[in-house]
T-cell receptor, first 115, second 113 residues
Framework: ETGVTQTPRHLVMGMTNKKSLKCEQH?????MYWYKQSAKKPLELMFV???????ENNSVPSRFSPECPNSSHLFLHLHTLQPEDSALYLC??????????????FGSGTRLTVV | AQSVTQPDIHITVSEGASLELRCNYS??????LFWYVQSPGQGLQLLLK??????LVQGIKGFEAEFKRSQSSFNLRKPSVHWSDAAEYFC???????????FGQGTTLQVKP
């Protein structure tokens, strides 16, 4: 247990479904991140939030919609996904966006399969 | 542009043998460097980090890494590998004003009995 909890651990959804991924941390961190990890590809940073404000969106398609209601919770809302969106989605946190000396603390990820 | 290269996609070592995983980075300023390990189906766990001081840093699980500025490298080492070390290993560099992490493509370690 790393202190960053992601639910669900596994998710299978059809292309017309709407679902949400949840990330929660009670480490006192203020920066939160969504990463996509596909087979045979490097980790892709999707979104960055710092003190609930989105500070980075790496040209992510609009079918992925993040939400950060407070510094402890981060969601990724999914709708009309494509099969190529199947991947492991990782949430991470850090004390602050500018906490250069700190590494990220990662959750265990949600394995998403789009059918 | 900042980048991280892990030249070896896959490495196989025998249990008890020594291990070295290579990492090269491209970054103009003093880098903040990290090594992570990912077991199957899990997230990434921080093994160790370097940002200043002694260029040989110790981490968890018996791992160490050496920062060599002249070679732009931050190689991960372990004197004697255990079967439980089989996993994927990622090198990362903190870049820019915020120290955002850029990850290498990872090295998969297989351990033979």
């Amino acid at each position: 247990e790393t202190g960053v909890t992601q639910t669900p651990r596994h998710l299978v959804m059809g292309m017309t479904n709407k679902k949400s991924l949840k990330c929660e941390q009670h480490l006192g961190h203020n920066a939160m991140y969504w990463y996509k990890q596909s087979a045979k590809k490097p980790l892709e940073l999707m979104f960055v939030y710092n003190f609930k404000e989105q500070t980075e969106n790496n040209s992510v398609p609009s079918r992925f919609s993040p939400e950060c209601p407070n510094s402890s919770h981060l969601f990724l809302h999914l709708h009309t996904l494509q099969p190529e969106d199947s991947a492991l989605y990782l949430c991470a946190s850090r004390l602050g966006q500018d906490s250069r000396r700190d590494g990220y603390t990662f959750g265990s990820g949600t394995r998403l399969t789009v059918v | 542009a900042q980048s991280v290269t892990q030249p070896d996609i896959h490495i196989t070592v025998s249990e008890g043998a020594s291990l070295e995983l290579r990492c090269n980075y491209s970054y103009g300023a003093t880098p903040y460097l990290f090594w992570y390990v990912q077991s199957p189906g899990q997230g990434l766990q921080l093994l160790l980090k370097y940002f200043s001081g002694d260029t040989l840093v110790q981490g968890i699980k018996g791992f160490e890494a050496e920062f060599k500025r002249s070679q732009s490298s931050f190689n991960l080492r372990k004197p004697s590998v255990h079967w439980s070390d089989a996993a994927e290993y990622f090198c990362a560099v903190g870049t820019g004003n915020t120290g955002k992490l850029i990850f290498g493509q990872g090295t998969t370690l297989q351990v033979k009995p």
